[in-house]
Protein backbone atom coordinates (compact mmCIF):
# COMPACT_ATOMS: atom_id res chain seq x y z
CA UNK A 1 0.00 0.00 0.00
CA UNK A 2 2.80 2.48 0.95
CA UNK A 3 5.04 1.87 -1.70
CA UNK A 4 2.02 2.00 -4.36
CA UNK A 5 1.29 5.63 -2.93
CA UNK A 6 5.21 6.59 -3.08
CA UNK A 7 5.33 5.46 -6.60
CA UNK A 8 2.46 7.48 -7.47
CA UNK A 9 4.02 10.54 -6.21
CA UNK A 10 7.30 9.61 -7.87
CA UNK A 11 5.54 9.40 -11.17
CA UNK A 12 3.87 12.91 -10.64
CA UNK A 13 7.21 14.67 -9.54
CA UNK A 14 8.50 13.18 -12.96
CA UNK A 15 5.63 14.62 -15.17
CA UNK A 16 5.54 17.80 -13.42
CA UNK A 17 9.44 18.28 -14.36
CA UNK A 18 8.70 17.17 -18.16
CA UNK A 19 5.72 19.47 -18.37
CA UNK A 20 7.92 22.42 -16.82
CA UNK A 21 10.73 21.72 -18.44
CA UNK A 22 8.03 21.85 -21.66
CA UNK A 23 6.61 25.05 -20.88
CA UNK A 24 8.78 27.84 -22.97
CA UNK A 25 8.60 24.98 -25.94
CA UNK A 26 4.93 24.82 -26.27
CA UNK A 27 4.43 28.30 -25.33
CA UNK A 28 7.04 29.64 -28.71
CA UNK A 29 5.19 27.22 -30.52
CA UNK A 30 1.64 27.76 -30.61
CA UNK A 31 2.10 31.64 -30.61
CA UNK A 32 3.18 31.04 -34.11
CA UNK A 33 0.08 28.99 -34.55
CA UNK A 34 -2.20 31.73 -32.93
CA UNK A 35 -0.53 34.79 -34.93
CA UNK A 36 -1.24 33.09 -38.48
CA UNK A 37 -4.03 34.56 -39.85
CA UNK A 38 -7.34 33.24 -39.62
CA UNK A 39 -9.25 34.84 -42.19
CA UNK A 40 -8.67 33.00 -45.51
CA UNK A 41 -5.86 34.20 -48.07
CA UNK A 42 -8.35 35.17 -50.76
CA UNK A 43 -10.27 37.25 -48.15
CA UNK A 44 -8.05 39.09 -46.03
CA UNK A 45 -7.33 42.34 -47.86
CA UNK A 46 -10.72 43.42 -48.11
CA UNK A 47 -10.88 42.32 -44.50
CA UNK A 48 -8.36 44.37 -43.45
CA UNK A 49 -9.74 47.94 -44.71
CA UNK A 50 -12.88 47.26 -42.35
CA UNK A 51 -12.42 50.03 -39.79
CA UNK A 52 -14.99 49.88 -36.55
CA UNK A 53 -17.25 52.71 -36.95
CA UNK A 54 -17.79 53.44 -33.32
CA UNK A 55 -15.28 55.09 -30.79
CA UNK A 56 -13.34 52.89 -27.54
CA UNK A 57 -15.44 55.41 -25.26
CA UNK A 58 -16.43 53.92 -21.83
CA UNK A 59 -19.93 53.61 -22.62
CA UNK A 60 -19.19 51.42 -25.89
CA UNK A 61 -16.73 49.42 -24.41
CA UNK A 62 -19.66 48.88 -21.68
CA UNK A 63 -22.33 47.99 -24.08
CA UNK A 64 -19.52 45.81 -25.50
CA UNK A 65 -18.87 44.41 -21.63
CA UNK A 66 -22.21 43.49 -21.46
CA UNK A 67 -23.00 41.89 -24.96
CA UNK A 68 -20.11 39.61 -24.30
CA UNK A 69 -20.77 38.10 -20.65
CA UNK A 70 -24.47 38.24 -21.62
CA UNK A 71 -26.48 36.94 -24.50
CA UNK A 72 -23.40 36.45 -26.65
CA UNK A 73 -22.31 34.15 -23.97
CA UNK A 74 -18.30 34.50 -25.24
CA UNK A 75 -17.38 34.30 -22.01
CA UNK A 76 -18.05 30.65 -21.88
CA UNK A 77 -15.17 30.28 -23.83
CA UNK A 78 -12.98 33.64 -23.80
CA UNK A 79 -13.30 33.76 -19.98
CA UNK A 80 -14.39 36.41 -17.53
CA UNK A 81 -10.60 37.93 -17.86
CA UNK A 82 -10.19 37.56 -21.33
CA UNK A 83 -7.72 34.81 -21.46
CA UNK A 84 -8.97 31.92 -22.91
CA UNK A 85 -10.23 28.49 -20.74
CA UNK A 86 -8.38 27.75 -17.89
CA UNK A 87 -6.85 31.19 -17.17
CA UNK A 88 -3.31 29.59 -17.20
CA UNK A 89 -1.05 32.30 -16.55
CA UNK A 90 1.23 33.35 -19.21
CA UNK A 91 0.50 29.98 -20.89
CA UNK A 92 0.16 31.84 -24.88
CA UNK A 93 -1.96 30.36 -27.32
CA UNK A 94 -4.19 28.71 -24.98
CA UNK A 95 -7.09 28.09 -27.65
CA UNK A 96 -9.44 29.65 -27.21
CA UNK A 97 -7.91 32.92 -27.99
CA UNK A 98 -6.26 34.75 -24.89
CA UNK A 99 -7.12 38.50 -25.74
CA UNK A 100 -4.65 39.79 -23.20
CA UNK A 101 -1.62 38.78 -25.17
CA UNK A 102 -0.88 42.37 -26.85
CA UNK A 103 1.41 40.52 -29.47
CA UNK A 104 -2.33 38.83 -30.80
CA UNK A 105 -4.00 42.03 -30.35
CA UNK A 106 -1.11 43.85 -32.39
CA UNK A 107 -1.59 41.09 -34.98
CA UNK A 108 -4.57 41.07 -36.03
CA UNK A 109 -6.86 44.66 -37.71
CA UNK A 110 -10.51 45.31 -36.43
CA UNK A 111 -11.61 44.06 -39.90
CA UNK A 112 -10.10 40.66 -39.46
CA UNK A 113 -11.64 40.34 -36.11
CA UNK A 114 -14.95 41.37 -37.49
CA UNK A 115 -14.80 38.80 -40.57
CA UNK A 116 -14.14 36.27 -38.01
CA UNK A 117 -17.41 37.23 -35.85
CA UNK A 118 -19.11 37.19 -39.58
CA UNK A 119 -18.05 33.42 -40.24
CA UNK A 120 -16.37 32.12 -37.82
CA UNK A 121 -12.73 30.97 -37.32
CA UNK A 122 -13.21 27.83 -40.14
CA UNK A 123 -12.35 24.77 -38.99
CA UNK A 124 -12.60 25.53 -35.34
CA UNK A 125 -14.98 25.94 -32.15
CA UNK A 126 -14.90 29.56 -32.48
CA UNK A 127 -18.81 29.98 -34.87
CA UNK A 128 -19.89 33.10 -36.22
CA UNK A 129 -22.28 35.22 -34.32
CA UNK A 130 -23.23 37.97 -37.13
CA UNK A 131 -26.50 37.97 -37.74
CA UNK A 132 -28.00 35.49 -35.52
CA UNK A 133 -27.25 36.14 -32.23
CA UNK A 134 -25.35 39.67 -32.77
CA UNK A 135 -26.10 42.85 -35.27
CA UNK A 136 -23.23 44.10 -36.71
CA UNK A 137 -23.70 46.58 -35.03
CA UNK A 138 -23.29 44.83 -31.32
CA UNK A 139 -20.46 43.04 -32.92
CA UNK A 140 -18.65 46.15 -33.41
CA UNK A 141 -18.94 47.13 -29.87
CA UNK A 142 -17.91 43.34 -28.38
CA UNK A 143 -14.81 44.08 -30.44
CA UNK A 144 -13.90 47.36 -28.82
CA UNK A 145 -14.07 45.50 -25.33
CA UNK A 146 -12.07 42.38 -26.76
CA UNK A 147 -9.60 45.15 -27.60
CA UNK A 148 -9.89 46.58 -24.15
CA UNK A 149 -8.21 43.55 -22.80
CA UNK A 150 -5.73 44.33 -24.41
CA UNK A 151 -4.67 47.50 -23.24
CA UNK A 152 -2.31 48.50 -19.71
C1 LIG B 1 -17.76 27.72 -28.11
C2 LIG B 1 -16.61 28.50 -27.60
C3 LIG B 1 -16.48 29.93 -28.09
C4 LIG B 1 -17.38 30.96 -27.96
C5 LIG B 1 -18.77 30.92 -27.32
C6 LIG B 1 -16.74 32.12 -28.51
N1 LIG B 1 -15.49 31.80 -28.97
FE1 LIG B 1 -14.18 33.07 -29.85
N2 LIG B 1 -12.86 31.56 -30.11
C7 LIG B 1 -13.07 30.26 -29.72
C8 LIG B 1 -11.94 29.46 -30.17
C9 LIG B 1 -11.75 27.96 -29.93
C10 LIG B 1 -11.06 30.34 -30.84
C11 LIG B 1 -9.75 29.99 -31.51
C12 LIG B 1 -10.02 29.79 -32.97
C13 LIG B 1 -8.76 29.74 -33.78
O1 LIG B 1 -7.71 29.37 -33.25
O2 LIG B 1 -8.82 30.11 -34.97
C14 LIG B 1 -11.68 31.65 -30.77
C15 LIG B 1 -11.12 32.77 -31.35
C16 LIG B 1 -11.65 34.03 -31.27
C17 LIG B 1 -11.05 35.21 -31.80
C18 LIG B 1 -9.68 35.28 -32.42
C19 LIG B 1 -9.60 34.97 -33.87
C20 LIG B 1 -8.24 35.35 -34.37
O3 LIG B 1 -8.18 36.06 -35.37
O4 LIG B 1 -7.22 34.98 -33.80
C21 LIG B 1 -11.88 36.27 -31.52
C22 LIG B 1 -11.67 37.73 -31.85
C23 LIG B 1 -13.01 35.72 -30.83
N3 LIG B 1 -12.86 34.35 -30.69
C24 LIG B 1 -14.05 36.47 -30.35
C25 LIG B 1 -15.19 35.94 -29.76
C26 LIG B 1 -16.32 36.74 -29.36
C27 LIG B 1 -16.38 38.25 -29.45
C28 LIG B 1 -17.26 35.87 -28.89
C29 LIG B 1 -18.67 36.20 -28.45
C30 LIG B 1 -19.46 36.92 -29.44
C31 LIG B 1 -16.69 34.53 -28.97
N4 LIG B 1 -15.43 34.61 -29.51
C32 LIG B 1 -17.31 33.38 -28.56
C33 LIG B 1 -14.16 29.77 -29.04
C34 LIG B 1 -15.30 30.47 -28.74
Redesign the pocket.
Known amino acids: MMAQCCRYWVLLGLFSMVMIGQGPVVASATEAA ?1 LK ?2 VPADKIDEARTWINPFEATPENIDKGRA ?2 HGK ?3 V ?3 GKEGKGLGDIPGLVGK ?3 N ?1 TDKI ?1 QAA ?1 TDG ?2 IW ?2 KNG ?1 PG ?4 S ?1 VPL ?2 TEEE ?1 WH ?2 LY ?1 RSFGQP
Not at 124 to 127: E, G, N
Request: glycine share 0%; aromatic share 16%; proline share 6%.
Open positions: VPRLFAFCTCHLPRFWRELILSTDMAFVLAVLV
